[in-house]
T-cell receptor, first 118, second 113 residues
Framework: AQTVTQSQPEMSVQEAETVTLSCTYDTSESDYYLFWYKQPPSRQMILVIRQEAYKQQNATENRFSVNFQKAAKSFSLKISDSQLGDAAMYFCAYRSASGGTSYGKLTFGQGTILTVHP | NAGVTQTPKFRILKIGQSMTLQCTQD?????MYWYRQDPGMGLKLIYYSVGAGITDKGEVPNGYNVSRSTTEDFPLRLELAAPSQTSVYFC????????????FGPGTRLTVT
C-alpha cells in the first residue's frame, strides 16, 4: 500500500517571501501522479499542482512549483512571493496510474498548515 | 455546471441515529468517491464507485453504506451513528481512473454526540 508523509505540521512565511512544504511517499509502483491540494478555511479542496511520475521536468503553475525527486520519493512544493491568500492547509496526495484495484483513489498526507504573516 | 454538490453542509446527530449524506455531480463522471477528514488529518477513502450499480469499500468503510443507482448520485448512509464518525465528509468525482482530476464537493461537517 502507498503512504504519504508530510513531516511539517505547521509552517509560516512572511508575505512576499518563499516557503517550501515537504512531502515524501512510499510506493513500489513506477507510474503514478502526485498532487498538492490547498484547503482554505472554507474547507473546499483546491488542486494547486500535479506531477506525472514519468515526467522528469518539475511542474510549475504561476507562483507554485514542485521539486520532484523520484528516486528519493520526495515531492516538495515551493510557493514564491507568498500572499495572504495562500494561508491554508496543504495536502500532498498520491494516485496510482496503473488502474486495477486503485480505481483512481487518492492517498493523502496529514497536511501542513501554512500561515502567512503580513 | 454546478460541479459536485453535497447536502447538508452541517449536521448534528445523536448516538444511534441514522442519516444519509447526499452527493450529486453534473459532469457525467463515472467515478465517485467518499472521503472523511478527521480534525488535523488528511482525507481517507470510505467507499468508491466506478459506475452506476458498482460500489466497493475503501480504507475505512465500517459503519457506512453506499448505493449508486444513477451516474449523478452517490449517497452515503450512516447507520447507528457513533462519536467516532464525527468528521468532515467529502464527495469527489472524476471522469475515469485515467483522468487524474478529482473534483471535490464543499464537504459536510457531521458531529455525533
Amino acid at each position: 500500500a502507498q503512504t504519504v508523509t508530510q513531516s511539517q505540521p505547521e509552517m509560516s512565511v512572511q508575505e512576499a517571501e518563499t516557503v517550501t512544504l515537504s512531502c515524501t511517499y512510499d510506493t513500489s509502483e513506477s507510474d503514478y501522479y502526485l498532487f498538492w491540494y490547498k484547503q482554505p478555511p472554507s474547507r473546499q479542496m483546491i488542486l494547486v499542482i500535479r506531477q506525472e511520475a514519468y515526467k522528469q521536468q518539475n511542474a510549475t503553475e504561476n507562483r507554485f512549483s514542485v521539486n520532484f525527486q523520484k528516486a528519493a520519493k520526495s515531492f516538495s512544493l515551493k510557493i514564491s512571493d507568498s500572499q495572504l491568500g495562500d494561508a491554508a492547509m496543504y495536502f500532498c496526495a498520491y494516485r496510482s496510474a496503473s488502474g486495477g484495484t486503485s480505481y483512481g483513489k487518492l492517498t493523502f498526507g496529514q497536511g501542513t498548515i501554512l500561515t502567512v504573516h503580513p | 455546471n454546478a460541479g459536485v454538490t453535497q447536502t447538508p453542509k452541517f449536521r448534528i446527530l445523536k448516538i444511534g441515529q441514522s442519516m444519509t449524506l447526499q452527493c450529486t455531480q453534473d459532469m457525467n463522471h463515472n467515478y465517485m468517491y467518499w472521503y472523511r477528514q478527521d480534525p488535523g488529518m488528511g482525507l481517507k477513502l470510505i467507499y468508491y464507485s466506478v459506475g452506476a450499480g458498482i460500489t466497493d469499500k475503501g480504507e475505512v468503510p465500517n459503519g457506512y453504506n453506499v448505493s449508486r443507482s444513477t451516474t449523478e448520485d452517490f449517497p452515503l448512509r450512516l447507520e447507528l451513528a457513533a462519536p467516532s464518525q464525527t468528521s468532515v465528509y467529502f464527495c469527489a468525482s472524476s471522469y475515469s481512473e485515467r483522468n487524474y482530476e478529482q473534483y471535490f464537493g464543499p464537504g459536510t461537517r457531521l458531529t455525533v454526540t
